[in-house]
């Protein structure tokens, strides 16, 4: 069974910072991407970050370069978002994601097949 499982989010202060972990089990970890997404109430979910595993190549969305940064290890099956520079409207409940096929490279919903439940990050200014 395929399972990913977020964890780390939590109510952090604008400027502040916070990990975000992704664990994964059900599938052999090198040969998917693990992306991030986020949704924030009344928006629709967007991609945030995505990273191959295999050679570590890695894709930010325009509103988090500088500020995130996605890793992985792979000998603990997971994936990782650390951010930083917090902003009120990075708040959103934050979502990791499977593939074992990225044509673009990107955070792309539709391109990724399983998914966490979730984890609420809240920035309070």
């Known amino acids: 069974e395929v399972q990913l499982v977020e964890s780390g989010g939590g109510l952090v202060w604008a400027g502040g910072s916070l990990r975000l972990s992704c664990a994964v089990s059900?599938?052999?970890?090198?040969?998917?991407?693990i992306g991030w997404f986020r949704q924030a109430p009344g928006k629709e979910r967007e991609g945030v970050s995505c990273?191959?595993?295999?050679?570590?190549?890695?894709n930010y969305a325009d509103s988090v370069k500088g500020r995130f940064a996605i890793s992985s290890d792979n000998a603990k099956n997971t994936v990782y978002l650390q951010m930083n520079s917090l902003k009120p409207e990075d708040t959103a409940v934050y979502y990791c994601?499977?593939?074992?096929?990225?044509?673009?490279?990107?955070?792309?919903?539709?391109?990724?097949?399983?998914w966490g439940q979730g984890t609420q990050v809240t920035v309070s200014a």
């Open positions: 994601a499977g593939t074992d096929l990225s044509y673009s490279g990107r955070p792309l919903e539709y391109e990724y097949d399983y």
């Open positions: 059900g599938f052999t970890f090198d040969d998917y991407y």
């Open positions: 990273i191959n595993p295999t050679d570590g190549s890695t």
